[in-house]
């Protein structure tokens, strides 16, 4: 019984290095990931809120990486460059969308005297335009 399966033992371990091992490519899903346990209703990722803020119709910006490490050794054009908020591609935006709860996905605009965001939503703008004077401050990506 032995040498039987000693003997086929060979066969087996080549067989099984001749097959084409299938590669699959999958891509980051996040999907809902919270949800409250008495009614099970969404929740949205609080450390992906902390990090990014909702512009109009599906836009997230995010901070400069490293905008508050070693300020002092920094000249004030990078310091001032490091300051300016940055777009999220697509794939990004639609990843955070789906981490946001409904809290997060209204536009927030009540909570500044002068909203310092508001000429970056895109329908707004068009608004902002006709009734004010105001030009569109500069925005470095």
Request: hydrophobic share 35%; with cysteine; proline share 6%.
């Amino acid at each position: 019984m032995l040498q039987s399966v000693t003997s086929k033992l060979p066969s087996l371990v080549n067989s099984a290095l001749n097959l084409n091992p299938v590669k699959f490519f999958f891509d980051q899903i996040r999907t809902r990931t919270t949800c409250s346990k008495t009614k099970g209703k969404e929740k949205s990722v609080r450390t992906a809120m902390d990090r990014y803020f909702r512009l109009g119709k599906r836009v997230w910006i995010k901070a400069q990486p490293g905008y508050h490490h070693h300020l002092y050794l920094k000249p004030a054009e990078k310091r001032f460059i490091l300051q300016q908020p940055i777009l999220l591609r697509n794939r990004e935006s639609k990843m955070v969308e789906r981490m946001a709860g409904r809290y997060f996905k209204n536009l927030k605009l009540e909570n500044f005297v002068d909203p310092p965001f508001v000429h970056y939503h895109p329908y707004l703008n068009r608004v902002n335009q006709i009734n004010s004077t105001l030009k569109k401050t500069q925005f470095f990506p």
